[in-house]
């Protein structure tokens, strides 16, 4: 028998294994989300505790703030991937709209006195007409131009937030929500699991939103301008319309994850008016993978993670026992958050969700 004969067989037999393998796999990825779902929802009940993770145990109201922050930063990361992975536009600006939905609700409740139905109202107006305004004037430029335009339209807010004009924003001191303006069941520590839900809820809208976009018709249009702007344009179609349009409803989006973010903090800080707030999502987008399905949530997730326990894990007594050339560089959070980010670019160039691609490929596995 030759020793084509005999390799044949092994062959043909490894052909039906794989095949089979990728339904498994198409199942699996299926049944993922709705199963992260329900471990979401129910995470607020379990004791759990683990201290070199979370500040307590994991219905603790500190745990289920951390983590409500970072689902609403997951959900801030794919609206910015709305417009920097799925249709290409570098914006430095994206911070202004969440600055926009938190101050907005604040100052309508806590200075003018409305009513938060009245301010909620208020903020979809101002998150819709000033996107459009502001991106109206931005995508008359491209590229680096673009970037540079969103980005003073960004220093504006930021000025204005800081010199507190007729003492509506609290300077740099931010201003707090005035506590009767926050519904009962997400006052107190007590309703901190009302304000993670909240968050969730938050995180399912968006990532709702955005798959439904991409594979709508402007959707494909965006991904063909991310391509090649001119291409689209020479076929008839006008490519600052859907530019603007992507730009409207991701700014919407960020809106709306200020307000949620305000319920959480209980207040709106100039924190969030600065250019590495920005930044910071350019960042998420980038080591969960740009204009994949999940790359920017968990780009997010894992970004406001170690952003917010950096700092206590820095001074921790495990840390502190090491020798000094290696506990002055972790007890640095940004330092972390640099060598994980180049990490992530130099080893894995398609982000932290093309992984498992990634590992299939080095095992010969088909796709």
């Not at 991106?135 to 590229?143: N, P, Q």
């Not at 839900?197 to 594979?215: C, H, S």
């Not at 894990?313 to 506990?327: D, F, H, K, Y």
């Not at 992530?344 to 095992?363: I, M």
Request: net charge positive; charged share 10%; proline share 6%.
């Amino acid at each position: 028998m030759t020793k084509t004969a005999v390799l044949a067989p092994s062959t043909a037999a490894g052909e039906p294994a794989a095949s089979s393998a990728a339904p498994r796999r198409r199942l699996l990825r299926r049944a993922l989300p709705p199963a992260a779902f329900a471990l979401l929802v129910i995470l607020p009940y379990s004791t759990l505790d683990l201290p070199a993770l979370l500040p307590g145990p994991v219905n603790s109201p500190g745990s289920l703030q951390l983590l409500g922050v970072c689902l609403v930063f997951a959900g801030l990361a794919a609206t910015y991937d709305l417009l920097f992975g799925h249709t290409g536009l570098l914006s430095f600006g994206h911070a202004l709209y969440v600055v926009l939905g938190s101050y907005t609700v604040n100052i309508a409740v806590t200075k003018w006195e409305f009513g938060l139905t009245a301010a909620l109202a208020l903020t979809v107006v101002v998150g819709l007409v000033v996107p459009a305004l502001l991106g109206a004037l931005a995508l008359r430029v491209r590229g680096i131009a673009f970037a540079m335009v969103t980005l003073a339209m960004a220093q504006v807010a930021a000025i204005a937030v800081a010199s507190d004009p007729g003492r509506l924003t609290g300077g740099e001191e931010g201003l707090s929500l005035l506590p009767s303006a926050v519904p009962e069941f997400l006052a107190g520590i007590d309703n901190t699991a009302n304000l993670y839900w909240l968050a969730l809820g938050y995180l399912v809208l968006v990532a709702g939103a955005v798959a439904w976009l991409v594979n709508s018709e402007p959707g494909r249009v965006w991904a063909a301008i991310r391509e090649n702007e001119q291409r689209v344009a020479v076929l008839g179609l006008q490519p600052y319309r859907f530019q603007l349009l992507a730009f409207v409803i991701a700014s919407f989006l960020a809106a709306l994850g200020g307000t949620v973010h305000l319920f959480l903090m209980g207040g709106s800080s100039p924190q969030i008016t600065t250019s590495s707030f920005t930044l910071g999502f350019l960042l998420m987008v980038v080591l969960g993978g740009a204009g994949t399905r999940w790359g920017a949530i968990l780009g997010g997730l894992l970004y406001a993670y170690l952003d917010h326990r950096l700092g206590a894990l820095g001074t921790s007594e495990g840390v502190a026992g090491l020798p000094g050339w290696l506990r002055g560089p972790l007890s640095e959070p940004l330092f972390v958050l640099g060598v994980l980010f180049m990490g992530v670019v130099y080893f894995l160039p398609g982000g932290l969700s093309g992984l498992g691609a990634r590992l299939r490929r080095n095992r010969g596995v088909r796709p």
